[in-house]
């Protein structure tokens, strides 16, 4: 088994594109995934598996990995262990964070979680903030709960340009080549991913990613 790092600020279509990694790749775990850790945007098709939320997401308020900010406060046996408590099968297990950009996490996980993989998403922060802002809130009953982690929305703001400024720059420190999410080839290089499975539903043509296996 071995562990997806999976980045992206609110608001970059993340969500959708971790669906499409878990309806497209073979041998993904699964076993986060219950009726507690289920969300469909606000006015989205229910029926259409690339919407909303699904699955573990990481860090204050998102009801997996509370107490995951600053990661170099942690042990890696301890991050095991709470990435254990969630996941009990077999095949990668997706680590979705939008804390890894903060705190410099992603480079820590780069030096202390070797043959795992880091997936990053970018979108331009005012479309990414203005899509946020279009289909999820800060109200008190919202799964996941963003006030821990972004307060209100004038933060929010804030915190999106500056976790996208240092995925940037995590990715150009680490020689990481941005590809389109509109283009399937640009998945391919990802181990069992199957392309006849592939479908974007035309959201992902201002949507950037880059992968890498950790050496």
């Given at each position: 088994m071995n562990n997806l790092w999976f980045a992206g600020v609110p608001g970059s279509r993340w969500s959708g594109i971790h669906r499409l990694l878990v309806n497209a790749c073979d041998n993904?775990?699964?076993?986060?995934?219950?009726?507690d850790r289920?969300?469909?945007h606000k006015n989205a098709n229910p029926h259409n598996p690339l919407n909303g939320h699904s699955g573990a997401y990481w860090g204050p308020g998102m009801g997996c990995g509370e107490h995951w900010m600053e990661l170099q406060k942690l042990s890696t046996e301890q991050?095991?262990?709470d990435i254990r408590s969630v996941f009990t099968g077999t095949g990668t297990r997706i680590i979705k964070n939008h804390f890894?950009?903060?705190?410099?996490?992603?480079?820590?996980?780069?030096?202390?979680?070797?043959?795992?993989?880091i997936f990053l998403?970018?979108?331009e922060p005012q479309k990414s903030f203005?899509?946020?802002c279009e289909v999820m809130d800060f109200t008190e009953d919202h799964w996941p709960d963003y006030r821990p982690g972004y307060k209100d929305y004038n933060t929010m703001h804030e915190r999106i340009r500056y976790e996208n400024a240092y995925m940037l720059d995590f990715a150009i420190r680490n020689n990481m080549a941005w590809k389109p999410a509109s283009d399937v080839n640009s998945f391919t290089e990802l181990p069992n991913f199957n392309a006849d499975k592939y479908s974007n539903n035309g959201k992902w043509n201002d949507v950037y990613i880059t992968y890498q296996r950790i050496t």
């Open positions: 993904v775990d699964r076993t986060d995934e219950n009726d289920r969300f469909f991050i095991q262990k890894l950009l903060r705190h410099y996490n992603l480079d820590w996980i780069a030096e202390n979680f070797s043959s795992d993989f998403v970018y979108r203005a899509w946020w």
